[in-house]
């Protein structure tokens, strides 16, 4: 086990005009940590990786795994293992040898190779299968199977490419647990590439959120998500997304249509405004502001809690719409009329023309020239 150290990575494929896939990326993964790369496609994830596993050879900059360089030496030099999309498993092989593989290409005597691959088997619940070939599994197996192999050789470092992308919901959330269980068993240092933002934020330690082959943040999931440092990072991570309103600051005052609110510090200007759909609760008689009064358009019942999308009358126009949680008992109808409080100490703000975070010096309060309105009633499922 060893750290890596990327420092000013850069990648440039060729082409009129040329891609840009890197652009001087910087990171230190320590020892045993495991780091997720995450952002849309294209952004440069699955290039890091790959550069760091000497498939792709770099245009500019160092991999250090562990004290040794390695960017220029070949694949099988560097001491890395790494578990693909696809599986890649052999179709002709059955699962002990496909396990084996590693070990044999290293001349490893057979009772040492013969322990090794029923150690893995059994920490990745594959013994019984070890007769069988990759036909003769689920997509979960096989992928458990892809994880032994790179497991097998006992690396200095792991890396994941997008590996549960193709299993179905159930069991991308069964292989996530037994991903962690592995690492925190093994701790080995990991690099785990995906697109999917949930993966990311469960897996990782700390998370790498890229854009456009740019690093725009990195940190502990949680800080990334409560803090988000621009406007990319904010919109991109949460489920459902931000809501991002585009008002105009005047004089320490947020105004939009109805929506007016104190915030310390802002600059006179154009800004963006970002609530998340779990800042937003529909209102109660008793409920201190900041309101808004919105029109439902559509709610989605997901068992547990309601999705409702819904317009706010002189601020959204018309194509996004504003999204928020509710309990299973609130259940409003399409153009039902309906007041939302807004959590005000969870709002964030951007510079419109930046996209970069504002940090405001005071708590975001009600502006108190807003006149009051009357609580219309919070509809429930009969």
Known sequence: MAP????????????????????????TVDDGELVAFVGPSGCGKSTVLRCVAGLEKLTAGRVLIGEREVQELPPGKRDVAMVFQNYALYPHLTVYKNLAFPLKERHVPKAKLDA?????????????????????????????????????????????DEPLSNLDAKLRTQMRSEIAAVHRRLGITSIYVTHDQVEAMTLGERIVVLRDGK???????????????????????????????????????????????????????????????????????DDPGPFLDVVVAHVEALGNENLVH???????????????????????????????????????????????????????????HRDGQETPRTPTRP
Request: charged share 25%; net charge neutral; no cysteine.
């Open 4 to 27: 890596i150290v990327l420092h000013g990575l850069r990648k440039v494929y060729p082409g009129k005009p040329p891609v840009v896939a890197l652009d001087d990326l910087n990171l």
């Open 116 to 160: 090794e691959v029923r150690r893995v088997a059994e920490m990745l619940e594959l013994t019984e299968l070890l007769r069988r070939r990759p036909a003769q599994l689920s997509g979960g197996q096989r992928q458990r199977v892809a994880m032994g192999r790179a497991l097998v050789r006992e690396p200095l470092a792991f890396l994941l």
């Open 215 to 285: 690093l725009q943040q990195v940190g502990p999931p949680a800080q990334v998500y409560e803090d988000p440092v621009n406007l990319f990072v904010a919109g991109f991570l949460g489920t459902p997304s931000m809501n991002l309103l585009e008002v105009r600051a005047e004089r320490g005052v947020l105004v939009k249509g109805p929506l007016r609110l104190v915030v310390p510090g802002a600059p006179d200007g154009d800004v963006v405004l970002g609530i998340r759909p779990e800042s937003l609760h529909p209102a109660s008689a």
């Open 310 to 368: 819904a317009w706010v009358p002189g601020i959204t126009d018309g194509t996004t719409p504003l999204v928020f949680r509710t309990t299973p008992r609130v259940y409003p109808q399409a153009e039902e009329r309906l007041r939302v409080r807004v959590d005000a100490s969870q709002l964030l703000l951007f510079d419109a023309a930046s996209e970069m975070r504002i940090l405001l010096s005071g708590p975001v309060v009600p502006d108190e």
